[in-house]
């Protein structure tokens, strides 16, 4: 038997090495298969906490005398989600969910503003016709089960950004995926500029002193694990919104919310393959949940809460979610 290599004295060129695909070791393989398990998990836990939200939920026409019925961003949202986001060896990307705690804290008796009537009868705009068949899921709905809870269509959502830790690489961000979920859902962002205000997870939607009678704008902060626990590990962002209940049998409806993204993760996701398109998706996943919705297990739609590499923006089942979230009644006074 001839033991010569038949490779023996054979040299490849430099570049040709480094333009062969790199298959993932056993244990790379071993480690993303933990990691899938462990999403799955997680999903499966936060399904089941939702369940139980609902059911605790109070039916129509409890009775509310004084105070509507306020639950705080991030905190006290069962539904409240946060995506991961990492840039693997392979130059694609994966991702872990975290869950929020169960209604943690208690709903705010009171501080709430003037109730004021919306700036318009009619919707601000109007969401494009969903033709899509994908999947979408979300946050919360009303009683009954089948309409989601949203923002009043006929007020602007005002916006304010802290940019404490927001990377110069990341410049428009925010502003081109506001754009891209108003074009979805028809609602309108207002950006009204900068603020100090720090993120914090029991975030009030009154805040009197620092803006006035009326709901707090939503917050989108560029912050870091120091100042928002939530971001620690692989987190890159967090997305919720508040709700009240409207009087007399009213739907309930979003009045404010946050999204805090982890600035010194995303600028290091911008500097990888594809890296704004990724940060660009990381943003839109945050601010669908802002705006209403849930994940979902299908791993073709944004909302998944396993990110793909291919998928930076918002898909067929996405649109058809944001759609119906951007189709809500108007409502008379908040």
């Keep these: 038997m ?12 430099e570049g040709f090495v480094r333009g062969g695909r790199r298959e993932p070791s056993a244990a790379e393989r071993l480690e993303r298969a933990a990691r899938e398990r462990e999403v799955i998990e997680l999903e499966a836990e936060r399904r089941r906490l939702e369940r139980a939200a609902r059911r605790r939920r109070r039916r129509p026409g409890a009775v509310m005398r004084r105070h ?26 994966t991702g872990t969910l975290w869950l929020a705690g169960p209604e943690v804290g208690a709903p705010v008796a009171g501080g709430r503003p003037t109730p004021r009537a919306a700036p318009s009868d009619a919707p601000l705009g109007v969401p494009p016709v969903a033709t899509g068949t994908g999947a979408h899921v979300f946050m919360s709905v009303q009683p009954g089960g089948l309409d989601p809870v949203a923002y009043d269509p006929c007020r602007p959502i005002s916006v304010v950004i802290n940019g404490r ?51 707090a704008p939503v917050l989108i902060a560029w912050t870091d694990p120091a100042e928002v626990p939530e971001l620690g590990g692989d987190v890159a962002g967090i997305g919720g919104s508040s709700w009240i209940d409207a009087a007399r049998g009213g739907p309930a409806v979003y009045v404010s919310g946050i999204v805090a993204l982890d600035g010194p993760q995303l600028a290091s996701i911008i500097d990888g393959v594809d890296g704004r398109a990724q940060a660009l998706g990381v943003v839109l996943h945050e601010l669908g949940h802002l705006v209403g919705l849930g994940h979902v297990d299908d791993p073709g739609q944004l909302m998944h809460p396993v990110g793909q590499y291919q998928i930076t923006t918002f898909q067929d089942g996405d649109l058809a979610g944001l759609a119906r979230l951007g189709a809500g009644a108007c409502v008379g006074e908040l």
């Design 68 to 93: 509507l019925r306020l639950v705080p961003a991030v905190a006290f949202l069962v539904v409240l989600a946060l995506a991961a986001w990492q840039l693997n060896r392979e130059g694609s990307t």
């Design 2 to 13: 001839d033991d010569d290599d038949p490779f023996d004295g054979v040299s490849f060129d």
């Design 165 to 215: 830790t927001a990377p110069p690489s990341a410049e428009g961000l925010v502003a081109e995926a506001l754009q891209i979920t108003s074009e979805a859902t028809g609602l309108r962002f207002e950006l009204e500029g900068i603020t100090d205000e720090p993120p914090v997870a029991q975030r009030s939607a009154f805040q009197e002193d620092r803006y006035g009678d009326r709901w």
